[in-house]
């Protein structure tokens, strides 16, 4: 696949990934707020909980669009990618934690009967954060050799 074919593949995949989550938090998580059984206050904190944790998630896709429009300049490996990558994770380690606490917090209080679908979730994160991390460090590095290589003559 072409690089231009490829980054606007990636742009159609960040632009949705953007619509499914604002969906997400304005249709299916009031849904399963009340699919449990709260009331009142219960799913306003619910509600408000969701939007929260998922706000750095779209601080990532903010940061992934930004490294698309890099790449559209022939600027991948540089180091503020490798900055936007390392802040990318960091975003995404703050919503896991938010997230695993808040599911626990939930649970407790026994507004939360899916745990295990949620802590499955939390896997999924992990593992994706894991991944940002490494590719955070690779494009450091490869930033470093480029601009090694650059001053070789």
């Given at each position: ?16 990934m ?42 990532v ?6 490294i ?32 695993l ?53």
């Amino acid at each position: 696949m072409k690089e231009k074919a490829l980054l606007w593949l990636v742009k159609i995949v960040i632009v949705i990934m953007l619509l499914c989550g604002i969906a997400f938090n304005i249709f299916l998580a009031p849904m399963t707020a009340t699919d449990i059984g709260s009331k009142g206050i219960a799913i306003i904190i619910q509600c408000v909980f969701q939007w929260l944790v998922s706000m750095p998630c779209f601080f990532v896709l903010f940061w992934a669009w930004k490294i698309c429009l890099e790449m559209q300049n022939g600027r991948l490996f540089t180091f503020e990618n490798a900055k936007r990558v390392k802040y990318a994770s960091i975003a995404l380690f703050v919503s896991i934690l938010g997230f695993l606490f808040g599911e626990i917090f939930f649970y407790i209080l026994g507004w939360n009967r899916e745990l295990i679908v949620h802590l499955i979730i939390l896997i999924v994160g992990l593992t994706i954060l894991v991944m940002m991390m490494v590719l955070s460090h690779y494009i450091y590095c490869a930033a470093k050799l480029q601009e090694e290589s650059d001053f070789t003559v």
